[in-house]
């Protein structure tokens, strides 16, 4: 089977085509980059506010002043 291209035509087609596709892994190894990154901000993030959330929770003044507390403390007073 004789293809009617010329080698250089073809040379520069797959050149084209080479380049086109290491832009397009380097496009996408760039999108997942981000996304990891931003994923790992979001967790990080989040194992923050749950950190301060639990020293909230554990805060003597936040025990005095929850309502489970207080009754607690009548029941144990009476």
Partial sequence: MKLNV???ELSKTL??????TQR??????????????M??????RLASMGALETQRLASPMYLVSSPSAI???????S
Avoid at 15 to 20: D, I, P
Wanted: glycine residues 6%; charged residues 15%.
């Fill in 6 to 8: 010329s080698l250089p």
């Fill in 39 to 44: 994923g790992a901000l979001e967790t990080q």
């Fill in 24 to 37: 397009l892994a380097s496009m996408g190894a760039l999108e997942t980059q981000r996304l990891a990154s």
């Fill in 71 to 77: 009754l607690l403390h009548k029941t144990i007073l």
């Fill in 15 to 20: 050149f084209t085509k080479a380049f086109e």
